[in-house]
């Protein structure tokens, strides 16, 4: 049972993963309520869109760190999502601020779906990277 | 012989169509006999392959001397009919026939396949021959193609002439013995259907075999015959075109002078009535068929075949006439001796008899001969006919050889649904005569009698509702509204009550469509809720009484206006403010807009619709902005220049703005100056983004209108842009830029559009101004755009187009803080919404502003499917505020019925809605992805929607030469290539940036009526209205009144194949109707429409039509009137000589044709048939 900076990771990634799945939760409630009328889509992308740069950047930190300390198999599952959300961000609206979500494209069926369904899987990533991520700490911390 | 009676009917027929009553009738019973011979062919095929056999089989049968008893009843046929037929002949090419002549009998066309002459004038000759006529004219839209290929044969001349030219009482060629003809041909007619199909089948009698030999022999010698016309081709090169040639022959006073005199016959012609001439022929032909009198009225037939032109105008090339007819009737002397000397009238009966042989070959022949027989585009006949013969060995076969596993029964039965086919392979000429009408929502008894909302107003793309969304797919056909909301409308009903009364769960208004439980409770038609009706409901406030719920004006009009009270305010109803915003840059100033505009806002100032608080701004800027301060007080306008333009801030807190009322000396006074003030200043900058801010600022607290004038890029302080725009580049294959460069715009808009702000948009630039980029203010704030590009105060016909444009901006109706909720029965749910606005919500529209110029178009999904429904119902509610500062709501429900059946959805289809709606689906795609992608869709939409007819229809898969298409699509590749050569999608055609984004656009925000303008305009040949006005000019003695109907005008599709040297064609494209003067139009028709005496005096510029006093004048006049009718502003008139270096913008809309990039409508058929699995 030793601590060493593997064991660091996992832990920093479990904590980190717990406001990724808060991002994603907020998201999902985000988009329900723009579907049910409740909120101004101005408004309510201009919550978002302020969000988004942050996850994004605290989920490739958590994998830079994996990098670093070579946890290969953890930097695989996780590299789908980077490719993803660099993909994402390359192919947003024309917008002078950060974000994704243009307030006036938000509404559209399709893409509301599509963003209800990206919070959904992303939420279940999240979470079963968590699991996984409680055994990575573990399994570290006991195999040395 | 089915193919007898075919032929006997079609003289009577013709008249006849367009009764659809009668068509019922005959379709059903008629439709067995005829068609069971070949019960392969398709309808449509049949369809054409009629037109042509009637003037085969009349050939043939004038040829069988035995004349039949009773025969004379039925002199409604004219021998001339024969001449023609030889001409057709040798226009025909000799191998054509010949393979033809092998091929099976297609005597199977059943009679309503006949040639509809589209508007039957005479209802006797319906009863008659109802069946025919009846249904042609429900299969497509045969009106003008099916004349146009007669105009080749002549079959029925008589008929056809009539319908088209002639007013209709005179039209009747047969008026004694009308009546008495008609019930002789009801016995007929059953005669052949018993007749009909013995005869087929039976081995053809002797004498019937010897008749086959002439025929051909004719059908062969006549081009060999036609050399001898050589004097006449000699005269008239380029217009080898038969059937002008024919028309010359005639003289409308034939009978009296076989030999037309060519200087008198125009004359006559115009001027004559034509119930006269008729006679005249008439009585020739009855008399005793002279070869003369025989030429001159078929010629008349082309004529009126081609698009409809009253036969008396095709005197109009008399000198070319002359030389002709002699060898006409030279030729027909030799040809036909033995048919001249028999009496017309027994033909019909003749043609009873079983046919012999020689007719069936003759007949197999006939589908290609129709092609060939139609009218050969006068301007282009050695060209165009070859064209139309090659299709022919490739279609013509495979058609009869293909198995169509209709049975005949239901083809009858799917007539009568209004459910028949068309093989848009066989019949080109689809696009009916007139304006199509909106497909009828046909609803089921219980709201059998409630009234839909207008289709002008509301219209969905199927007019019954698939089921269930895998049922949609299936049919392949997007599922949507258009919808033109703030339309003008005449007799809204409005009405003011203490509570409006709505479902309590899902808000919508009572409508018609909704369910009377009992007297006090209504039963939600959306959501299904039951709910309480207010006591007060039952006063019925029109009669003043009680107790009948259904008389209230809610109940009984699905589009109606309520006056809001109070709880539809979120504020007091604020003044109407109108703030114009004018680029005064140096490009600005040298297209000298400023002055007009300044002029027409002088003008119109009274006009702005606004109460007494209208207060009204004006601002310019170039680097600068430039305020103008009007307070009390000041005798001049003051202005105030703003020098910081990245941090604007308002000058001064009051006097901005004014009341228009009281300050409206100093206004004009303003609008005076303005121009003069900038006319000296060479600033290149243009401030745009800073002086939409202090536009915002000022505009905040109240909301309003922001008008902004730009002429040229954005170059100065925020939202400055750069040139995107690669000139070289304009035809390329993949168009870039057509999203915007910067998000400051659309930023800007929302904004707006959260206080109530629009912003329109006059675009009136010189060179690359990145419309793509600024529309952002006018598409997210509800505003809207016009364009004048390269505007030029020299251009005189631009400066009118802008003034009428600006006038009717200023003075049209304004709705202030609108907003759109747009609620579908529970299972459906808007999906996405076109147009300009803010979507604030799933189904709410912002609308800042709303103008009745404005249409919106929205995608229909399912949530659930709609197996326990009868109907659904789609609610449009606008809430705005009037310019009187009233609060309205305008509701529009539109009610239609649930099908679960496939080809019900798709011969319920709405093509106009549909083609309005991809347009708009087309214009995302182009966004979001990139042109060709749109392209794609487009031809991939078409594809599919026929792939899916041809599943719905159980047609065999595989290739055939056919291409089926229910009616109610038949038009649809006709539009789709429309669009695909519409400067908004076209590729390969050089077309600047902002003119596509622009017509983009208008894609998105054009009213459906207007759209299809925009995608295929409106082409007449105006012959008719000339003919018409010197028609009725001498008959103006007994009636005086002006409001005397304007003839119809048919409608031609967009090819040179209709253009004709010697006519004056008139294509309506919206906002610009231009007139095509053809080189040989006769000088006194120039004398009396364009005050001129020769084409070539016309300029090649010429806008706006001289003032001529001059019934045809007029009677044009009133024609462009009617054409204006439903445009926002009367559109401009060009005039284009056929040499000018305009006429470019002329071709370049006929988009049936082929041009260097892209592919002619038969070609893309072909293409789309070779994709059909």
Redo the contacts between chains.
Sequence with gaps: MVFNFTAFTYIVALIGDAFLIFFAIFHVIAFDELKTDYKNPIDQCNSLNPLVLPEYLLHIFLNLLFLVCGEWFSLAINIPLIAYHIWRYKTRPVMSGPGLYDPTTVLKTDTLSRNMREGWIKLAVYLISFFYYIYGMVYSLIST | MSAYNQNFVPPAAAPANGNQGSSLVNGLPGAVPHQQPPPQAAAAQQYLQQKAQPQLQQQQFQQPPVPYPGSSNNSSQPPPLQFNSNIVNKFLPPSSTSANNGAPPPSTLPSHLRPPTANGPTTLTNGSNGANSAHSSRTASPGLMSVPQQGGAPPMPQNTQYAHGAPPPAALPIQPQSVASLTSNMHQMNLNRTNGQPSANTAPTPQQLQQVPPQQQQQHQQPLANPMTGPFMGNKPPNLNPSASRVIGSPPTGGAQPVPVPASGQRIMYGGTPASNDQQNNNLQRAAPPPGAGTAWPPSLPKAAVPGIPHPMQTQPQAQSAPFAPPQQYQYGQAYQQPLHQPPLPQQQQQQPAPPPGMFGAQTSSAPLQYQAQPPPPSMQPQGQHPYAQPQPTSGPPQLGAPVPLNVAQQGFSRLWGQDTIDLMQNRHILSPATLPAPKVVLHNQFHESINCSPSIMRCTVTKIPETNSLLQKSRLPLGIVIHPFRDVNNLPVIQCINIVRCRLCRTYINPFVYFVDSKMWKCNLCYRVNELPEDFQFDPATKTYGDVTRRPEVRSSTIEFIAPSEYMLRPPQPAMYLFLFDVSIIAQQSGYLEAACSVLNRHLDEMPGDARTQVGFICYDSFVHFYSMAEGLNQPHEMTLLDIDEPFLPRPDSLLVNLKECKELVRDLLKLLPKRFAHTHDPGSALGSALQVAFKLMQSSGGRITVFQACLPNKGPGSLEPREDPNNRSAKDVAHL??????Y??FA?ECS?YQIACDLFLMNQQYSDMATISGISK?SGGCVHHFPLYQKTKQHMVDSFRMCFKRYLTRKIGFEAVMRIRCTRGL?????HGNF?????D?LSLPNVNPDAGYGMQI?YEESLTDVKTICFQAALLYTNSEGERRIRVHTVCLPVTSSLPEVMHSADTEAIIGLLSKMAVDRSIASNLSDARDAFINATIDVFNAFKIAQNLPSGQSGQLIAPRSLALMPLYILGLLKHPAFRVGTSTRLDDRVYAMDCMKTLPLDQLMKFVYPELYKIDVLIYHARNSNASTTEEDDEEEPLPEVPRLQLSAEHLDSRSIFLMDCGQLIMLYVGLNVPPDVLEAVLGISSTAELGDYVYGLPHIVSAEYDILQRFLLRLNYDKPYSALVQIIRDTSTAKGQFIERLTDDRSESSLSYYEFLQHIRAQVK
């Design positions: 999203n915007p460069a910067t998000d400051f659309k930023r929302l959260g997210h749910q808007v999906h996405t919404f803010f979507v604030r919500s799933t709410l999904s």
